[in-house]
T-cell receptor, first 115, second 114 residues
Framework: KAGVTQTPRYLIKTRGQQVTLSCSPI?????VSWYQQTPGQGLQFLFE???????NKGNFPGRFSGRQFSNSRSEMNVSTLELGDSALYLC??????????????FGSGTRLTVV | KNQVEQSPQSLIILEGKNCTLQCNYTVSPFSNLRWYKQDTGRGPVSLTI?????NTKSNGRYTATLDADTKQSSLHITASQLSDSASYICVVSPFSGGYNKLIFGAGTRLAVHP
């Protein structure tokens, strides 16, 4: 069974540009969460989508947005990129929104470098 | 404020030796605690998950313990191998009524040398 697929794996963008990252969850998983990981900060929660609805959001500026499609695939968009947005962006999928007792599966991430 | 603190920040051990990583949390009430292994440039992979009522959980050479009274967890790695070199992340899930509010520790970076 295929895992969580994130594309692209690597990305280099210039300050001020915008970027879209994609995440395809495990088949049957309906919850997709996005995280930003920077050295020294650990993983920071961006937002979670379930059945095409954003159900929870972390403390990130409005430049960070996302959406989920009917097939559960999710995209994350960052507009007006800043140097500080350079990070590994991870998505995780799980079966359901009630995640306390469900396992997460993370993708391999997209390494974004802003120059 | 809900927090998860891990120690040490980094650790170097020789192949074949054992080691223990620590995780202290202030999250309360909490639903479960997970340990993940993350290889450089890859996504985290789940090692163990324990609910608040469990004391220990093993996965091969990895054994996690949980003391809900002192709010401490540890991950013990037995007979370390070079492939154990990675970051180990402690993650606590608050009992938040169904939403995804995982709280991540900053991780312990483990290097196993031959």
């Amino acid at each position: 069974k295929a895992g969580v697929t994130q594309t692209p794996r690597y990305l280099i963008k210039t300050r001020g540009q915008q970027v879209t990252l994609s995440c395809s969850p495990i088949s049957g998983h309906r919850s997709v969460s996005w995280y930003q990981q920077t050295p020294g900060q650990g993983l920071q929660f961006l937002f979670e989508y379930f059945s095409e609805t954003q159900r929870n959001k972390g403390n990130f500026p409005g430049r960070f947005s996302g959406r989920q499609f009917s097939n559960s695939r999710s995209e994350m968009n960052v507009s007006t990129l800043e140097l500080g947005d350079s990070a590994l962006y991870l998505c995780a999928s799980s079966l359901a929104q009630l995640t306390e007792n469900y396992g997460y599966t993370f993708g391999s991430g997209t390494r974004l470098t802003v120059v | 404020k809900n927090q998860v603190e891990q120690s040490p920040q980094s650790l170097i051990i020789l192949e074949g030796k054992n080691c223990t990583l620590q995780c202290n949390y202030t999250v309360s009430p909490f639903s479960n605690l997970r340990w993940y292994k993350q290889d450089t440039g890859r996504g985290p992979v789940s090692l163990t998950i324990m609910t608040f009522s469990e004391n220990t959980k093993s996965n091969g050479r990895y054994t996690a313990t949980l003391d809900a009274d002192t709010k401490q967890s540890s991950l013990h790695i037995t007979a370390s191998q070079l492939s154990d070199s990675a970051s180990y992340i402690c993650v606590v899930s608050p009992f938040s009524g169904g939403y995804n509010k995982l709280i991540f520790g900053a991780g312990t970076r483990l290097a196993v040398h031959p």
